[in-house]
Nanobody
Framework: QVQPVESGGGLVQAGGSLRLSCAAS????????MGWYRQAPGEQRELVAT???????DYGDSVKGRFTISRDSAKNTVYLQMNSLKPEDTAVYYC?????????WGRGTQVTVSS
């Protein structure tokens, strides 16, 4: 199995920036897409951004223009640069790695945006 290991969450003021990182616990040549989802209290988990092996990206509507996803395939690492953060971005952010036919989820990292 490939275990995602997340880092970079924390507390930031509205308008600020954070960068999340997620590294696969081991090298795998079957890793396809990597990405981020988030879940706020009382809400369903929602798409933040994904990036394919070829670099194709997809973003949730609420983060378009503010967040940027990128990946370093040599390091099996995905990054999420979050700018212009809003209080409604507060959530636990989960990394997901698609390795072959399987999705592996990280434990999540808390992002809190104060107003």
């Amino acid at each position: 199995q490939v275990q995602p290991v997340e880092s970079g969450g924390g507390l930031v003021q509205a308008g600020g920036s954070l960068r999340l990182s997620c590294a696969a616990s081991r090298t795998s040549f079957r890793i396809n897409a990597m990405g981020w989802y988030r879940q706020a209290p009382g809400e369903q988990r929602e798409l933040v951004a994904t990036i394919s092996r070829t670099g194709t990206t997809d973003y949730g509507d609420s983060v378009k223009g503010r967040f940027t996803i990128s990946r370093d395939s040599a390091k099996n690492t995905v990054y999420l640069q979050m700018n212009s953060l809003k209080p409604e971005d507060t959530a636990v952010y989960y990394c997901v790695i698609r390795d072959g036919p399987n999705d592996y989820w990280g434990r999540g990292t808390q992002v809190t945006v104060s107003s």
